[in-house]
């Protein structure tokens, strides 16, 4: 493989995903609450983005040794910062359109200067009672220094004019953890609407208030800013029992690593933003963002009026197991393939809740990566402990932004006697096993789970991914394996079904494509259709531009980003791209071969990428059954035909629409499904 193949800059391709989230706020047909949770949706993209990937590439640009590295980083910087200026004026915009049509359906979000004289009143009334005792301002100026600010919060930059005509800065946190963002204030005399004010604007309000027992002011003026900062974790090389502990450490270390982006409103006066960037100390690969008088839009996920006329219909999931069934019969009678948010997530924690009370049981090992608040999956293990199963967890400590969440469960699964690994020596454990024995007529059998999302009941609500549970003695083996590696990396595993990162996911992968360029080149039908949330791995890439060169037709659906160069004449002529962005989360992993007629359909957790492949434990599983496979199959090309919610991805990854030709029916996949798998018995 050659390093010089041609790749599209994954972080200007993940900028192009957002762009597709943002579309979906532009779109006037998407319901206006699920338009502005969207507004949400792309702000908190944006702050991980910079967290994650822009801080990435800053110290790349830092680090890198000779002048046409540094130069390359600084490039990419340069037009990272270039489209996010863009999107952002798009934003700005879908923002005050989103305020009027909002309006049209009588909710409305007001700002400060649009109070009636009985909404001042209680806004006044709130402020004072509510609001003032949670205030902390502090003083910015040449004498001290910035106080440690959280990447979290919302500021207010302070322009003070006091009496004498001298100038005072200071700086204040909006207390949003504290207070809702969106107050609700009564409405109009004789109006039937629902009206909210920001936290920001009650504050704004009332601002000199703050500061009227401390200073003479004549005048104060307040304007928000926030920053991001570096989300990169420092840990040790070993882990161990007390990665608990160095992870605690090193989420405080978070809190103070440096800024990578400021994003401020860009009527702050020049002489208070020149301040807040000098006491921040940022540097000259760091990004700075001016926008609109609102930050942390993504609190507007969130967003209180949440009317059933306004948003997407909500769908009752389709029934999985009988209610009177008992779920190990169920699963022994054949393989059940469930796919979520279509199905009923209960399932799972139907699984193991049974499991934790059922005699016949005997051990249970999940792999924890993200769960839910409050985590029935959780419950039913702590229950198990206590019915006398031996059970073990792998909790991963490292699963970027729920580090806390899951050092509380490690230690709440640990003092209830569940055996918690807390992963493996430089890898991230990110597969969606269970694996559970059962004596059966005097030997054990094993019912296993693969998945390709997590063991989350929320966000199983709005992500879509595939759930595989099955009583195939081959299959539990396998899985069962994984986690005798995981417990015991020193010893040897080898795996007859299944293929399992960092070592036979990428040789399998590869081998799959060249099979498949094989055929082609016998003059053979040969076909490849994946779906991923992200394309990035060069390797993978390099082998998808030869099976497009020998005639292999590749189709790709991606929902995040993509760095195959798409539509390159000589390149990728047989390579097809889309995405699809709508009212749920496209998240499942799927690997398609046509080999030779023999259709292998592959589930994974994995997505093509380098860190996926090589430096995590992953698992890709297949389809045994040909009921799942054209299941899997005919799902996919109901995403392929999508003409609603489908974007083309293009050589510039514009986001172009798939045009609704005449004569052909609209299909929106998201909906096309569900009454797909009505059909299908479980």
Known sequence: MTNEI?????????????????QEVE?????????????????????????????????????AKGSRKKGDFSELLSSINEKVLRLQARFNNAYLKVLKDLGRHHIHLINERQLTDKQQAYVESYFHQEVLPELEPFFIDDRENMPLLNEASIYFGIYLELDDGSLRFAGLEIPTDILPRFVAIPSREGKHERVYIVLDNVIRAC??????????????????????????????????RNIVDRVAKSLKKRKQAEPV?????????????????????????????????????????SFPADLKTHTYRAREPLPTLPDSANIFDWVSERDRLCYYPYHDFRVITKLLAS?????????????????????????????????QKQVTAVVELQARFDEQANIHWSNELSDAGVEVIYGVPGLKVHCKLISIVR???????????FGTGNFNESTARFYCDFSLMTANRALGEDASRVFDFIQQTHLQQSYNHIWVSPYSNRPNMLAAIDREIAAAQAGETAEIFFKCNNLVDSEVIEHLYRASSAGVKVRVIVRSMCA??????????????????????EHARVYAFHNG?????????????????????EVTFPLLETRHRDMVMNILELQWQDNQKARILDGNQSNTRIANRRNKKDVRSQDAIYRLLKKYEM
């Open 597 to 617: 007629g023999e259709r292998q359909v592959w589930l994974s957790s994995a997505d093509l990428m380098t860190r996926n492949l090589d430096h995590r434990v």
């Open 439 to 449: 004596e059966e007529n005097g030997q054990n059998c094993y019912y296993t789970h």
């Open 564 to 585: 195959l160069q798409c539509q390159e004449k000589g390149l990728s002529d047989n390579i097809q791209v889309i995405s699809l962005v709508d009212k749920y989360l």
């Open 261 to 301: 982006r400021l994003v401020y409103d860009s009527t702050m006066p020049e002489i208070l933003l020149d301040l807040i960037k000098k006491k921040l100390k940022m540097g000259r690969y760091d990004s700075y963002t001016p926008g609109g008088r609102y930050h942390n839009s993504k609190d507007f996920m």
């Open 27 to 63: 779109d006037e047909s998407v319901p206006i609450i699920e338009r502005v949770r969207f507004l949400g949706i792309f702000s908190n993209n944006l702050d991980e983005f910079y967290r994650v990937r822009v801080a990435d590439v800053r110290r790349l640009a830092t680090f």
């Open 6 to 22: 041609p790749l599209y800059p994954k972080e200007l391709s993940w900028l192009s995903f957002n762009a597709r989230v943002l």
């Open 207 to 240: 601002l000199i208030d703050v500061f009227r027992h401390v200073l003479p002011i004549e005048k104060a003026m307040a304007f928000t800013f926030k920053i991001s900062r570096d989300a990169e974790l420092e840990l040790g090389e070993y882990v161990t």
């Open 355 to 387: 499991a934790a009370i059922d005699p016949k049981v005997k051990q249970i090992r999940i792999n924890l990566y993200r769960v839910a608040k409050n985590s029935r999956v959780v419950a039913a293990l702590v229950n198990a402990v206590r019915n």
